[in-house]
């Protein structure tokens, strides 16, 4: 008897949680749609427009959070009040300062980057280097690289292209090689290894007989044979090793495998903006604690629930109809069981994040993020990780300044250090070299590695101390 049970009870379980899940990754306007289509189709399902409380049922009659279960925050002063928001109208607007709904309110600024290939970021950085009659030149370059960001012709080609001298697109060709990331262009892994040594050398010491390692033992390197490698360039075991893990360390043979902008090149083209956001932070009026408002947007008006009236009528259906009416029924509750799950989890989330993340909230500045990560939220809240990675994907919040931002972006624990990186440059006296800069962050009270803050500057757009003391 047990057994049937349970047999019976498990395709329900795995609908509820898998329903769920997707719900929860989804942003509202797709969820929106999703119940659009589920009202066509499911008779069983049905939406009325008085505005209820997600929590406790209550109709509410005014704009806000629920006047009943809010009162449980009037003793928890620090905590923010975190309501589910009904849209005005289905397909969606929101708040501004009067209580009023519009579009016009939000801002756009800071919104998701768009995607940006490596030819487009290399050619960004070295269009001040170039002659505007050299452009064509370098974009043919670029628009031959191959995945590893080598180049995939030879530069007498281009020049017999375009009937310029070969000297000219050699120097085009240097350029785009001293670029970020360093070597891309090159012919060769060993070419770029070696650009990538020679700038090294500006600010970092490179060990000696690096070059002539990348020269003549590859083959040594790549097969971690160091005695070979040490009889080649006639020296000691150890320090044929140290050679090897510099250059392993530091440099990369396929620059466009290398991390790059804000994003590594792209097999496919994704891009991402956010034109209204599914949560909305905003201060108390005239509060001195500066108390913080959640409004999490709802995807639709109204409250959804189970037809009355098809309820009734299932249970007189004529035999052929009562097997179909009742899958009708059994979906419609199983719609609106994961939106109330989903709404929850948001709730959770939101409630711990806005608190952690109270002083960045109010003052906008990403260098008082408290670093976090979403394996450490699941823990805090008790779910799994993948539960927070659904929750936080494609959403985005606006804050209290009206700028909108990915939800994501609460979880990046690299932009304080970015942040602090970029306000470094910003306020050079003369371009700080890489080696500076971990000195620098260091005494910000972030110790990160050379190659990190290359990385990061890559990801904000920084160009080299090289480059920026050309500009």
């Known amino acids: 008897m047990f057994q049937i049970q349970n047999q019976v009870l498990r395709p329900q379980v795995t609908a509820h949680l898998a329903q769920t899940m997707s719900l929860l990754q989804m942003p509202a306007t797709e969820i929106r749609q999703k119940i659009r289509t589920e009202l066509a189709n499911n008779p069983a399902l049905e939406i009325v427009e008085d505005r209820r409380c997600p929590s406790c049922g209550r109709i509410i009659s005014t704009p806000g959070p629920c006047p009943v279960c809010s009162q449980s925050y009037d003793n928890k002063l620090d905590e923010p009040i975190v309501f589910i928001s009904s849209p005005e109208d289905f397909p969606g607007s929101y708040t501004n300062k009067g209580g009023q709904r519009g579009s016009n309110e939000v801002s756009y600024d800071n919104l998701a980057p768009q995607v940006e290939d490596l ?85 970092t010491n490179v060990p000696r007989l690096a070059e002539e390692a990348i020269q003549k033992g590859m083959k040594d390197l790549s097969k971690h044979s160091y005695r070979k490698l040490a009889k080649e360039l006639n020296t000691s075991y150890e320090h044929a090793q140290e050679i090897a893990e510099f250059i392993r360390a530091n440099l990369n043979p396929y620059p466009g495998r290398a991390f790059w902008g804000d994003f590594r090149q792209p097999s496919k083209p994704q891009t991402q903006a956010y034109h209204q956001p599914d949560i909305i932070l905003k201060e108390v009026e005239n509060s001195p604690q500066r108390r913080l408002i959640v409004e999490i947007i709802s995807p639709y008006r109204g409250t959804l629930r189970i037809n009355p009236l098809f309820r009734q009528a299932q249970k007189q259906a004529p035999d052929e109809k009562s097997e179909a009416w009742a899958k009708d029924i059994e979906n419609a509750g199983l719609l609106i069981k994961c939106l109330q799950q989903r709404n929850h989890t948001m709730e959770q989330l939101m409630t711990k994040l806005v608190t952690e993340q109270r002083s960045y909230i109010l003052s906008g500045d990403p260098a008082s993020m408290q670093p976090q990560t979403q394996a450490e939220m699941s823990v805090h809240l008790g779910v799994h990780e993948s539960t927070i990675s659904r929750a936080v994907s494609d959403k985005s919040v606006q804050l209290p300044n009206r700028k909108i931002i990915p939800l994501k972006r609460f979880f990046d624990r690299s932009l304080p250090v970015r942040t602090t990186l970029l306000r470094l440059v910003e306020n050079e006296d003369t371009p700080l070299t890489d080696t500076e800069l971990v000195e620098e962050l260091s005494l910000a009270g972030y110790n990160i590695a050379r190659r990190t803050v290359a990385k990061y500057r890559a990801m904000e757009g920084i160009l080299s101390s090289r480059l920026r003391q050309k500009v």
């Not at 090159?186 to 040594?197: C, G, H, K, R």
Request: proline share 7%; no cysteine.
């Open 119 to 203: 030819p487009s970021f290399v050619l960004r950085q070295i269009a001040p280097e170039i002659r505007e009659d050299e452009r064509l030149i370098a974009a043919h370059i670029l628009n031959n690289l191959d995945e590893d960001g080598l180049l995939s012709v030879p530069l007498e080609e281009i020049s017999q292209y375009y009937h310029v001298p070969l000297s000219r697109v050699t120097r085009v060709a240097d350029i785009i090689k001293h670029a970020e990331p360093a070597g891309v262009g090159a012919s060769s892994p060993t070419e770029a290894l070696l650009i990538q040594l020679s700038l090294l050398k500006e600010d």
